[in-house]
């Protein structure tokens, strides 16, 4: 089941893997918004609407984008404020302020929506949401670090919660592992299970990986549960485990005794109180990053480059 929140939105991000398994029936309420300028200061020579509006912007060229898909982003650059905290309409920012990077990261997050078809009032609702998160209360997530990939020091750690059976799961898995393999020494990648209570193998699945964790193979039993989602069963985790080199047969004792169902419960609870809807659930430094603006490696970069700018500048953004 999907989430109901924004259908023309999440239709459209569905292709482009932005789609989630649903597990709360009650969503948490989204982050305040983020404060705003009361009215815009006009900038000489600014956008006038239509595509027009879209060229001339240094550094930026938004050509390759189809006459519908640059009306919508017209719209969102006349409409929405740059959040690098001036009094300019992004359009404006980009135009009047050159140097600021932030406005680009932006308007780069902006096209790849109105590219993908959703429409202007949808694209600022997701901003709107995706940088009032940065001034949210951060969930505190506590995992082990046999769970984690990459440099324990890095500036930023990405905590993602999964499920086995999520197809949706599935589909983002390379492009998340991607992402950290490339930027291994600024992020610090963590997976954590949680099943949903529509997919039948997704407990003894959790377990199973929890279990090869203990001997040193959280990672391979992570990918292998992925790759045979659709067959999973206690048999074929067995099985899996004798093709990593485990033993088998210990980790069918371990299902049969429940040996980690209550750490397994620890973290769906650590999951549940971060307000988790579905998944896949992914948190930069314990913000939530909403899955709606895209789970792609150019979209995750963007939001890897806005945290560490956020931390940079003791939680704000860098002036223009």
Not at 68 to 95: I, K, M, N, W
Not at 256 to 283: C, H, V, W
Request: aromatic fraction near 8%; include cysteine; proline fraction near 7%.
């Amino acid at each position: 089941m999907l989430s109901a929140r924004r259908p023309r939105l999440l239709l459209a991000l569905t292709l482009a893997l932005t789609a989630a398994c649903s597990q709360i029936a009650e969503a948490a309420p989204p982050p305040p918004s983020a404060p705003k300028p009361a009215a815009p200061v006009q900038a000489p020579g600014g956008s006038s609407g239509g595509a027009s509006s879209l060229t001339g912007i240094p550094g930026m060229d938004f050509s390759s984008l189809s006459p519908s898909a640059q009306r919508e982003l017209s719209t969102v650059f006349s409409d929405e404020f740059c959040y690098c905290g001036c009094p300019h309409t992004l359009g404006q920012c980009l135009r009047a302020h050159t140097g600021c990077s932030h406005a680009k990261r932006m308007a780069r997050l902006s096209a790849k929506q109105a590219a993908a078809g959703v429409p202007a009032t949808d694209i600022i609702v997701s901003l709107s949401e995706y940088y009032a998160a940065f001034r949210a209360p951060r969930q505190k997530l506590e995992v082990d670090a046999r769970m984690c990939q990459g440099d324990a020091k890095a500036p930023v750690t990405l905590v993602e919660f999964s499920d086995f059976e999520c197809p949706y799961c599935g589909k983002a898995r390379p492009v998340l592992e991607s992402f950290a393999k490339k930027n291994a020494a600024r992020v610090r990648f963590c997976n954590v299970p949680f099943p949903l209570p529509m997919h039948t193998n997704a407990v003894p699945a959790g377990q199973a990986v929890l279990w090869a964790r203990d001997q040193g193979k959280y990672w391979e039993m992570h990918d292998a549960l992925f790759e045979n989602a659709q067959k999973l069963s206690i048999p074929v985790m067995v099985e899996l485990a004798n093709k990593l080199g485990l033993k088998g047969a210990e980790l069918q004792k371990a299902l049969q005794a429940g040996t980690y169902a209550k750490e397994l419960d620890k973290y769906k609870s650590m999951g549940n109180a971060a307000n988790i809807r579905g998944t896949p659930s992914l948190f930069f430094n314990g913000r939530f990053y909403d899955i709606q603006v895209g789970i792609t490696e150019d979209v995750l970069t963007h939001s890897l480059e806005d945290e560490i700018e956020w931390r940079t500048h003791n939680n704000a953004w860098a002036a223009d």
